[in-house]
């Protein structure tokens, strides 16, 4: 049996989520893993015609398919998310029907269940038969729970296509928008010297995004800048070397133009609009990029404060998936979510509503400084990112433990020695029965009582 890995490191072979392949590779030797690198040869396969043809005849030749990737910012890189747009550019979707697939991805565990939704539902897309998703702690092949447990996901994978298991399909295919956006002269809001700038991916001005666009950039006077992730000069795609850890300087840097953007225009700005259509089931691998390359800040949340909005052209509302990534990415910088206004939102006239509403609360949220109440997705992902950044990855973070340390991020509880002390006091009260008795009966009012200097109390 062969089953072909699609490597989605950029770092090719030498990478932690091959060791995971190879692993699988050493337990199996009769399932023969064929590893091909399709993320590092992302620019290869899409020159050469010839290449990704070659790719794609072993793809078809091959008993069933391992998606096996790194986590990059909630979903692959942005190499293998090229590689994916290019199955339906090319028209090669055919070698993937009715294939097994599975899916194992290596991260630290921030958001992999986003990148395995988005992979089952291409799977489901390409007609596969999606099987599972296995997500490994980076460090997870360590210890000798998690060793069993990949074993077993990699003997029933290879079971379910020895037996021809049937699958469980979870994704319906979306459906295309029809709208065709009616725009309009908006009535512009002054911006009160806040600073709003629109990125769009590649974009037709006469197409919906380019109407919406124009549209929202005229709701601002003075009108809001617009730049277009074409006319960046971008070399290539984050390589996932890490070298940025250290102090913040991507290997790009002085070689491409991405670092002086970033820096000097999208963190410059007080207001954010993202502007691009639905690719597949995310936006497009230039988005993608843009996301993977702001990676030389790290885990530092490097658009603090600013107010943030989605324009896009597609079918948003069947693809949640994208929606959690992207009020994730903006809740995890610590900045405000303004919302999505997408073209199968409504009707012009909504749409047009929305942007304007869009536009007005950006402005006003600004000049108030208005940030909304983090969610799970800010509170769970912070605790990640401190743990990893004060242990394991430190050395390589360093830049991240700075900013941690400078800006009292590493706010573990065990440092909180009031509530050590009240916390063990309390415990050894409470095996006495009468005080355990009288604690149980106060303990609602108890939990509300340090409320009580903050609020008027109900006569
Ligand atoms: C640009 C970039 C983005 C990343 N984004 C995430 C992420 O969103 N979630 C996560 O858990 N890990 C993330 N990571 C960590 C990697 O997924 C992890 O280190 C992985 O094991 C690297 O695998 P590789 O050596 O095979 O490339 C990111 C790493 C890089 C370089």
Redesign the pocket.
């Known amino acids: 049996m062969k089953i072909a890995v699609l490597?989605?490191?950029?770092?090719g072979q030498?990478?932690?989520?091959?060791?995971?392949v190879r692993f699988l590779q050493t337990k199996f030797p009769q399932a023969q893993f064929q590893i091909y690198d399709v993320a590092q040869k992302i620019n290869k396969l899409e020159r050469n015609k010839e290449e990704f043809q070659n790719l794609i005849r072993e793809i078809k030749s091959s008993q069933a398919v391992l998606w096996?990737?790194?986590?990059?910012?909630?979903?692959a890189?942005s190499q293998y998310k090229r590689f994916i747009e290019l199955i339906s550019e090319r028209k090669a979707q055919s070698a993937f029907r009715k294939k097994p697939a599975a899916v194992l991805?290596?991260?630290?565990?921030?958001?992999?269940h986003t990148?395995h939704n988005y992979m089952n539902a291409i799977c489901d897309d390409l007609g596969m038969k999606y099987f599972g998703s296995y997500s490994?702690?980076?460090n997870d092949m360590l210890k000798s729970s998690e060793r069993k447990r990949l074993e077993a996901f990699g003997e029933l994978f290879i079971a379910a296509v020895q037996n021809a298991q049937p699958a469980i399909k979870n994704y319906q295919p979306v459906v295309a928008t029809r709208i065709a956006f009616k725009s309009g002269r908006p009535k512009p809001i002054n911006t009160s010297e806040k600073k709003v700038l629109i990125i769009a991916d590649e974009m037709d001005k006469k197409s919906n995004l380019g109407k919406m666009v124009d549209y929202l950039r005229a709701s601002f006077s003075p009108t809001a800048d617009l730049v277009q992730l074409k006319d960046i000069d971008i070399k290539g795609g984050?390589?996932?070397?890490?070298q940025c850890g250290i102090d913040n300087v991507c290997v790009y840097e002085g070689k491409d133009g991405f670092v002086d953007f970033f820096i000097n225009q999208v963190m410059a700005a007080d207001i954010l609009f993202f502007a691009g259509p639905i690719r597949d089931r995310y936006l497009s691998s230039s988005w993608k990029r843009f996301?993977?390359?702001?990676?030389f800040k790290g885990h530092t949340p490097a658009l603090k404060d600013k107010q943030i909005g989605f324009i896009i052209s597609g079918p948003l509302n069947q693809i949640s998936n994208l929606r959690e990534m992207m009020t994730a990415y903006v809740e995890i910088q610590r900045a405000n979510l303004i919302g999505f206004i997408s073209d199968d939102m409504g009707t012009s006239e909504e749409i047009k509503i929305a942007l304007q509403t869009a536009a007005f609360r950006a402005v006003d949220y600004a000049q108030k400084n208005y940030i909304k109440s983090p969610t799970f997705y800010k509170v769970g992902g912070v605790k990640?990112f401190r743990d990893a950044v004060y242990s394991r990855l430190r050395p390589v973070f360093q830049a991240d433990h700075r900013y941690y340390k400078q800006h009292g991020l590493y706010d573990f509880p065990q440092k909180n020695y009031k509530w050590r002390m009240i916390n063990s006091t309390l415990i050894l009260l409470l095996k006495i029965p009468l005080v355990r008795k009288e604690f149980l009966k106060r303990m609602k009012v108890e939990m509300t009582r340090h409320f009580d200097r903050y609020i008027k109390k109900p006569k």
């Open positions: 490597n989605g490191s950029p770092k030498i990478s932690v989520t091959m060791q995971y096996a990737f790194p986590l990059y910012f909630f979903l890189s991805t290596t991260s630290i565990n921030f958001f992999d990148a490994a702690e980076m984050c390589l996932g070397c890490m996301f993977d390359r702001s990676f990640i």
